[in-house]
């Protein structure tokens, strides 16, 4: 069985020391105020607050197909036979597409196999990690290609954030909805759905989003008995831990999968406080 190496994108926000052991390339999306224009991978979240306080305006771009190649290309030219290439969804980002076209710029692009996960930032990373397992296992191209493809179609991501006018910014709720909901204390629910976020619930209460939650798990579980669980705190702390609790608690024998780390271009998106899940059955 030939080398296996693993390609990913700065969203799915592993840790430095995961990246480096596993030998794991990385290509990096882009922040953007006005001309300017910074690698995720360069900057961390208190710079962009930072500057959003002071008026900056974010945006973020996909990494080029260029920076994708050169990764590529190294991985190949130190003995790596197979990369399996771990993608937030193509319907949220074009960064999917870069990929692809370095792929296609290769000599031999049959070395390359892209996983376009239908999620994002920590839904990708609980795939990713996944795949790291198998990997490393010595598992062959072929197991691999078909587990990380059936978990990614049972996986599902769920998360809510404090402040509505995040969402304003990314066009998935209207300036009035939100001025709304905030003085109600509204809480959305957004659900990846066909690989986009979607506002899909409203709730005044945590204990209703996570009953909200425990009603699509319950469903997703009707035809399978394992589990697997990514809980995600962006500066919600004592609310995922609640969530991590009651998972422990109705699923015994889970895994669960704690973080409380999201970076600069989810950040942006989804503002400084929320709670999030990802999780697949098998």
Same mark, same amino acid.
């Given at each position: 069985? #030939?080398?296996?190496?693993?390609?990913?994108?700065?969203?799915?926000?592993?840790?430095?020391?995961?990246?480096?052991? /596993?030998?794991? #390339?990385?290509?990096?999306?882009?922040?953007?105020?006005g001309v300017d224009?910074?690698?995720?991978?360069?900057?961390?979240?208190?710079?962009?607050?930072?500057?959003?306080?002071?008026?900056?305006?974010?945006?973020?771009?996909?990494?080029?197909?260029?920076?994708?190649? =050169?990764?590529?290309?190294?991985? $190949? @030219?130190?003995?790596?036979?197979?990369?399996?290439?771990?993608?937030?969804? !193509?319907?949220? @980002?074009?960064?999917?597409?870069?990929?692809?076209?370095?792929?296609?710029?290769?000599?031999?692009?049959?070395?390359?196999?892209?996983?376009?996960?239908?999620?994002?930032?920590?839904?990708?990373?609980? $795939?990713?990690? +996944?795949?790291?397992?198998?990997?490393?296992?010595?598992?062959?191209?072929?197991?691999?290609?078909?587990?990380?493809?059936?978990?990614?179609?049972? @996986?599902?991501?769920?998360?809510?954030?404090?402040?509505?006018?995040?969402?304003?910014?990314?066009?998935?709720?209207?300036?009035?909805?939100?001025? $709304?909901?905030?003085?109600?204390?509204?809480?959305?629910?957004?659900?990846? $759905?066909?690989? !986009?976020?979607?506002?899909?619930?409203?709730?005044?209460?945590?204990?209703?989003?996570?009953?909200?939650?425990?009603?699509?798990? /319950?469903?997703?579980?009707?035809?399978? !008995? !394992?589990?697997?669980?990514?809980?995600?705190?962006?500066? @919600?702390?004592?609310?995922?831990?609640?969530?991590? =609790?009651?998972?422990? +608690? =109705?699923?015994?024998?889970?895994?669960?999968?704690?973080?409380?780390?999201?970076?600069?271009v989810f950040s942006?998106?989804?503002?400084?406080? #929320?709670? #999030?899940?990802?999780?697949?059955? =098998?």
């Amino acid at each position: 069985m #030939g080398k296996i190496g693993i390609v990913i994108d700065s969203t799915v926000y592993l840790s430095q020391e995961l990246i480096d052991d /596993n030998n794991i #390339g990385v290509a990096s999306l882009n922040v953007i105020n006005g001309v300017d224009s910074y690698k995720e991978l360069d900057i961390d979240n208190k710079f962009v607050w930072d500057m959003q306080d002071k008026g900056a305006h974010w945006k973020t771009s996909q990494p080029s197909p260029g920076e994708f190649l =050169e990764i590529f290309e190294r991985m $190949i @030219s130190e003995g790596y036979d197979k990369i399996f290439c771990v993608l937030l969804s !193509k319907n949220i @980002s074009g960064t999917y597409q870069s990929a692809l076209l370095a792929k296609k710029m290769l000599g031999d692009s049959t070395k390359v196999h892209l996983f376009d996960t239908m999620l994002c930032a920590y839904g990708t990373a609980m $795939i990713t990690l +996944e795949l790291i397992e198998m990997v490393n296992e010595n598992k062959t191209e072929e197991v691999i290609v078909e587990r990380i493809t059936r978990i990614i179609g049972t @996986s599902v991501q769920m998360f809510s954030v404090q402040n509505l006018f995040s969402l304003v910014k990314g066009g998935r709720l209207s300036v009035a909805r939100a001025t $709304i909901g905030t003085v109600l204390r509204i809480k959305p629910i957004i659900k990846v $759905i066909d690989g !986009k976020l979607q506002l899909v619930k409203s709730e005044r209460t945590h204990k209703k989003i996570f009953r909200y939650f425990m009603e699509h798990i /319950n469903k997703s579980l009707i035809d399978h !008995k !394992k589990i697997t669980f990514y809980v995600l705190s962006q500066h @919600s702390l004592e609310t995922a831990k609640q969530v991590r =609790e009651l998972f422990e +608690e =109705e699923y015994p024998g889970c895994k669960i999968i704690f973080s409380e780390y999201l970076g600069p271009v989810f950040s942006i998106h989804v503002g400084k406080k #929320g709670y #999030g899940i990802s999780y697949f059955v =098998e």
